[in-house]
C-alpha cells in the first residue's frame, strides 16, 4: 500500500512557473513507476508525463513537452513536477499516481495508487 501526497500546487500568471511535489509513504517507493496527471473542469482526467522507477526515462504529453520536467528522489520518497511557462491551459486539478508494474505505462489503469490532487490555476 502507497500513499501519496501532492503539494506545491497555487495560482500563478501565465509565464509563470511552479514546481509540485508528490510524497509518498512506504518504503518502496523506488519499486513504483510513476506519473502526473491533470484534469480540468468538464474534462476527463490526462496524462501529463512520468517517470520510470530508477529514473532513468522520463515521459511526456506534446502538450507540455519543453515546458514541464519530471523528476525524483528515491531517498525522500518524492516526485517532482516542474512547471516552467505556465499557460491557462494548464489550469486543473493534478494528480500524482504510483504504478507498481514492470514496464512504464501512461494508461490511468496502469495506476494502482492515487493523490487526492493539488490545484493548479494560470490566470491570464
Known amino acids: 500500500q502507497v500513499q501519496l501526497v501532492e503539494s506545491g500546487g497555487g495560482l500563478v500568471q501565465a509565464g509563470g512557473s511552479l514546481r509540485l511535489s508528490c510524497t509518498a509513504s512506504?518504503?518502496?517507493?523506488?519499486?513504483?513507476?510513476m506519473g502526473w496527471f491533470r484534469q480540468a473542469p468538464g474534462k476527463e482526467r490526462e496524462f501529463v508525463t512520468g517517470?520510470?522507477?530508477?529514473?532513468?526515462?522520463?515521459y511526456y504529453a506534446d502538450s507540455v513537452k519543453g515546458r514541464f520536467t519530471i523528476s525524483r528522489d528515491n531517498a525522500k520518497n518524492t516526485v517532482y513536477l516542474q512547471m516552467n511557462s505556465l499557460k491557462p491551459e494548464d489550469t486543473s486539478v493534478y494528480y500524482c499516481?504510483?504504478?507498481?508494474?514492470?514496464?512504464?505505462?501512461?494508461?490511468?489503469?496502469?495506476?494502482?495508487?492515487w493523490g487526492q490532487g493539488t490545484q493548479v490555476t494560470v490566470s491570464s
Open positions: 517517470i520510470n522507477r530508477s529514473g532513468g526515462r522520463t
Open positions: 499516481a504510483a504504478d507498481p508494474s514492470t514496464y512504464y505505462r501512461t494508461d490511468q489503469g496502469a495506476f494502482d495508487y
Open positions: 512506504g518504503r518502496t517507493f523506488s519499486s513504483y513507476n
